[in-house]
């Protein structure tokens, strides 16, 4: 009912730039939190960044000052701008949104497909 693309993953060297970029699409009535979560090489899903409905925002400490997410409600989008990346941010990068579903009360919790993200020299 609701599907999340993602764009953006890629290589690139330390110090470098990415920008990730996720669309949600489908049966959708409200987007809440929306967030960028990754999962290094062995090891767990990490929340990075999280942007309320309001535009309130959250960061995980590993990279406050140098990554920032910011969303386009009407679009149903939401953008991670990645600079001065280190090898430590290599890993999947995972698009979650909490939506209402169209026409009802319930409410999801979607993941994008993730998209891989290496930063190396």
């Known amino acids: 009912q609701v599907q999340l693309t993602e764009s953006g993953g890629g290589l690139v060297q330390p110090g470098g730039s990415l920008r990730l970029s996720c669309a949600a699409s489908?049966?959708?009535?409200?987007?809440?939190?929306m967030a960028w979560y990754r999962q290094a090489p062995g090891k767990g899903r990490e929340l990075v960044a999280v942007?309320?409905?309001?535009?309130?925002?959250n960061y995980d400490d590993s990279v406050k000052g140098r990554f920032t997410i910011s969303r386009d409600s009407p679009k149903k989008t939401v953008t991670l701008q990645m600079n001065s990346l280190k090898p430590e941010d290599t890993g999947v990068y995972y698009c979650?949104?909490?939506?209402?579903?169209?026409?009802?009360?319930?409410?999801?919790?979607?993941w994008g497909q993730g998209t891989l993200v290496t930063v190396s020299s």
């Open positions: 942007i309320s409905a309001g535009y309130g925002t």
């Open positions: 489908g049966a959708i009535f409200s987007i809440e939190d």
């Open positions: 979650h949104v909490e939506t209402r579903v169209l026409g009802t009360m319930r409410y999801l919790e979607v």
